[in-house]
C-alpha cells in the first residue's frame, strides 16, 4: 500500500463582517445611484468560505443562517467565481474548478456585508493566488454590489462614490465592537427611498494619523453621521430599540450600521463587549448577537 496519499488542498477563508461606522448620503448621480461617503471597517467574525478543487465550480451552504440561501448562479458568491472566470483568460491565468462550501453566520439584509463579504472573500482569496487577475478583479467587481470593492479590498477606508472609489486609514486599533440585529431584515431600496434629502452634508476627513484609541474614534464618530438611519427606523422601529439595549449595556458609541437593521457598540474592554453580549441575548432571545473585534483589516 502506498504510503503517501494525495489530499487536495482545502483554503479556509473568512468573510469579515463589513461595518459602515458612518455614512453620509451627499448626492444622486444621472443613474439613480447615491453618492456616498462612508468610514468602513471590519469584524473579526463573519461568514466562512471552504474553498477546494472541484470537477466543476459548485456552491454548499450550511451553517445557523444558512437556509434558505440560493446555491445557484444567484449566489453572490457564484457571481464572482464567473466574473473571475471571465476576467482570467485575459489576464493569462487558468482558474480550475472550485468547490466551495459557504457557512453562514451574518443575518441577511443587516448591513453588514452578507453576500457582498462573502463575494470579496473569494475575490481576495483569487487574486492572492494570481496576482495577475487582481487588478481587474478590483476594476470590476462593484458590477457584483457597490459593497464588494470595499469587502474585496478588506481595509479600514474611507469610502465614496457608489462604493468603488477608496483611501485607506491609516490606522485603527483594534477595538471591541458588539453586533446586534433585531432580527427584522431591511430592504435597502425602501431605506434610500425614504431619505428626506439626498444632498447632505460630506464627511469630515480623519485624522492623517488615523485613530489611535477607542475614545479618538467615538469622538469622531460623534461628529458624523448615518444619514441611513432616520429612514430605517421609520421602516423598522425595532432598530432603536436594538441602539437603546446596546447604549444601556454600557457601549461607549452606538450606531445603525450601513442601512440596517444591525447595530454596532463600540466597547471599552472585550470583558465589557462579551457582558453586554450576554445580558442582551438574555433578555432578547430573538435577536442575533455577537462580541467580536473591530480591525482595520478585512479579508
Known sequence: MDAFVHVPWVTNVTARAKINLALHVVG???????ELESLVAFAEFGDRLQIAPGTRDALSVDGPLGAGVPT???NLVMKALALAQELAPASGVRLSPLAIRLSKHLPHAAGIGGGSADAGALLAWIGARHPALRPSLAERCVSLGADVPMCLSGEAA?????GERAERLAALPAIPVLLVNPSVPVATPAVFAGLARRDNAPLIAPPATGFSDLETLARYLEAARNDLEPPALGLAPAIGDAVDAVNAAGARFTRMSGSGATVFGLFASDAACHEAERRIAASRPGWWVKATQLTGQGS
Open 28 to 34: 444622486r448621480r444621472v443613474d439613480g445611484y447615491h
Open 72 to 74: 445557484d448562479g444567484g
Open 158 to 162: 474611507v469610502v465614496r462614490g457608489i
